[in-house]
């Protein structure tokens, strides 16, 4: 189905994925996930809790 590639397991999730591979993430680990309302932050906040890490996520904007 095309919603399966265009949702969670699609290219939002693969970014998540990617990222969390990049950095090494593992167990016990304490991350911070800026933007973690987006759908890859959100992803990523996930992916990181199933891994066993506490993620921290921020969300809102700086105003200049």
């Avoid at 590639?5 to 993430?25: D, F, K, P, Q, S």
């Amino acid at each position: 189905m095309l919603s399966v590639y265009l949702g969670t397991l699609g290219m939002t999730g693969m970014i998540a994925w990617v990222g969390l591979n990049l950095v090494e993430v593992k167990a016990d680990d304490i991350i911070f996930i800026p933007a973690a309302t987006g759908a890859v932050g959100s992803v990523a906040g996930q992916l990181a809790s199933w891994r066993g890490c506490r993620a921290i996520g921020s969300a809102g904007s700086i105003n200049v």
